[in-house]
């Protein structure tokens, strides 16, 4: 390999990184909210864990005593993301917001669970 194919793979290689934004993780933990036909919401514990890598937005959730959960999304040019995660027999909307402005994650089906996203 030649100095010269060598320095332009080192800037390539320069280039892609300084491109490439950090990844940035968040979580959020709490109760959930009662949705109409639900009774007991308030007291299921739910752990949410986002991170954000350029405009790809992965989650993990936990309600205490279930199966971990994931879901993906993209975020907009406003910072904002929706998608669905599966659970059980049936999904959950989930949606939020990750900006300079605010951090917030909502995941909502068979109860509410979310908030301000908490940066790790």
Known sequence: MTKVSVAVTALALLATGAAHAAEVAYTWEGMGVNVPG????????????????????????????????????????????????????????VTGVISDQESAVLLDGYCKFGGKLNKK
Request: glycine fraction near 14%; aromatic fraction near 8%; hydrophobic fraction near 40%.
């Open 38 to 93: 639900s009774a007991k919401c308030a007291t299921y514990k739910m752990t949410i864990a986002v991170t954000v890598d350029g405009n790809a937005v992965k989650g993990v959730f936990q309600q205490q005593g279930r199966d971990e959960r994931k879901f993906e999304a993209v975020l907009d040019a406003k910072g904002s993301f929706k998608g669905k995660a599966a659970v059980g027999g049936g999904s959950m909307d």
